[in-house]
Nanobody, 123 residues
Framework: QVRLVESGGGLVQAGGSLRLSCATS????????MGWFRQAPGKERDIVAA???????YYADSVKGRFTISRTNAKNTVYLQMNSLKPEDTAVYYC?????????????????WGQGTQVTVSS
């Protein structure tokens, strides 16, 4: 069983930055694809960014140029650097792992999930 633990969320003013971290257990982190999703109240859980085991990345249009996903396999950790935050970025952010190693934008294709971390951006 793989355990994912997110951290780094909080309250920030519009235009500010946050860095989310997702630490994972297990010995095969380097073989996983990792994704960050977010869910605002009353809305569906949507992809924010993803990174494959080979380092290829995907970004939702709404965050391109502002967010950066990265991974450090030696630390079993994936990060989401969020800059120029907007109030519409407010959501619970979830980290997810996919065993196939190829990232997906579909939440149902991920095998393991963290508990989520709240990000609130004030205007």
């Amino acid at each position: 069983q793989v355990r994912l633990v997110e951290s780094g969320g909080g309250l920030v003013q519009a235009g500010g930055s946050l860095r989310l971290s997702c630490a994972t257990s297990g010995r095969t982190f380097s073989s996983y694809a990792m994704g960050w999703f977010r869910q605002a109240p009353g809305k569906e859980r949507d992809i924010v960014a993803a990174i494959g085991r080979s380092g290829g990345t995907y970004y939702a249009d709404s965050v391109k140029g502002r967010f950066t996903i990265s991974r450090t396999n030696a630390k079993n950790t994936v990060y989401l650097q969020m800059n120029s935050l907007k109030p519409e970025d407010t959501a619970v952010y979830y980290c997810a792992a996919q065993q196939s190693g190829r990232y997906s934008i579909e939440s149902h294709e991920y095998d393991y999930w963290g508990q989520g971390t709240q990000v609130t951006v004030s205007s």
